[in-house]
C-alpha cells in the first residue's frame, strides 16, 4: 500500500466511525423515548393517572437528557416541536382530560419517530 491508500483508509475510518456511533446512539435513544411514550399512552388508556403523570415525568426527564446532543446534530425546528407537544401532553395529563392526552401522545411519537429515523442514514435522506 502507497502512503496515498493509507491516509485514504485512514479517513475514511475517520469519517465512519462517528457516523455509525451517532446512529447507534440516536437509534437507541428514540427507542428509549418511544417506550417511555407507549408507558404514558398504556397508563392514560387504563386512566390509571397517577401512574400517567410519572410516566410522563420520566420521559420529560429522558427528553430533557438527550436534547442538549442532539439539539447538536439536528433542525433545532423538529426539536423545538417535540417540546412543545411534550408541554401541551404534560397539561393534559395533569388534568386528566384522556382524549386530548393521547391525541397529543401520538404525535410525541411520530415527531420522536420520524426525527430518528432522518438520523438514520438511508437513500431517502441522501438523496
Partial sequence: ????????VILLILIIL??????LY?????????????????SIEEEDWQTAEGAMTDLRGAWEERKNLWSLLM?????????LVMARTQELVTV??????LAELQAVRVLIKNIGE???PNLVNIL
Fill in 1 to 8: 500500500m502507497t502512503k496515498n491508500h493509507i491516509l485514504l
Fill in 26 to 42: 440516536f437509534g437507541a435513544s428514540t427507542q428509549v423515548l418511544l417506550e417511555l411514550t407507549d408507558r404514558v399512552l398504556a
Fill in 75 to 83: 433542525d433545532h425546528r423538529e426539536l423545538h416541536d417535540l417540546e
Fill in 18 to 23: 462517528p457516523s455509525a456511533g451517532v446512529t
Fill in 118 to 120: 432522518r438520523q438514520i
Fill in 96 to 101: 386528566r382530560d384522556r382524549t386530548n392526552a
